[in-house]
């Protein structure tokens, strides 16, 4: 039986010193899955996905990736280590053009690094977007809400993670456009690359991902295959 990537071990997590917001999360991801995260609004699910990318100390469990113990380490450590996470909403420097914005996403290397990891990741980038290489020289502000997201996900994949994670990558997006990111996730997994991608729409989640996990009031309410999880079960896991 293989190692998984990313195991996770009665983790408990809270924010100073207020109640735990998660109790006792265990669960696995192995190498090249795409593992799916749903649940309702105050779940838990954005601070899990904060307490793996280093950016809040659990209490107590185990995070351990690539059978190195993360707990506590910094969001510069998982990076290195390559867990780079894809927070909510449309994370682009503004001011900056398009192809500004996948340089400065590099920048955590030397300057020659820098131009070896965007010559070896641009192709890919332009390929699976398109309309960012058209719009290279374009200040990253004026592009639409759409293409913002997907620069988003252009300047996490120029840090070339092992574990991506997605925290909501279709919110407010149109039909159109999420079936882009998707494609572009499917794209990505035959890269080798592995995901965590939390969703509210639990059936567009359900068609990308092999298995998935239902998070309510901090606990993991249900987990399994996703045609396990579907119907009646997965919203009795979702609503209680």
Known sequence: MSTPLLDVTDLVVGYGDHQPVLHGISFALDEG??????GMNGAG????????S?????????????????????????????????????????????????QISAMRLSRRAVRR?????????????????????QLAGLLSGGEQQMLSLARAIIQRPRLLLLDEPSLGLAPVVVEKI??????????GMSMLVVEQNSDRLAKAAERMIVLRDGRIAASGSTSSLRGAELNAAYFG
Do not use: W
Request: net charge positive; charged share 25%; hydrophobic share 45%.
């Open 33 to 38: 899955e795409l593992l799916g995260l749903v």
């Open 45 to 52: 699910k954005t601070t899990l996905m904060r307490a793996l």
């Open 54 to 102: 280093g950016g809040l100390k659990p209490r107590s469990g185990a995070v351990v990736f690539r059978g190195e113990r993360m707990n506590g380490a910094s969001t510069a450590a998982c990076v290195r280590k390559g867990i780079v996470i894809l927070p909510e909403g449309h994370r682009v420097l503004r001011p900056l053009t398009v192809e500004e914005n996948l």
């Open 117 to 137: 990891r965007i010559a070896d990741v641009q192709d890919l980038v332009y390929e699976l977007f398109p309309i960012l290489a058209e719009r290279r020289t």
């Open 182 to 191: 998707y494609a572009s996730l499917k794209s990505l997994r035959a890269e």
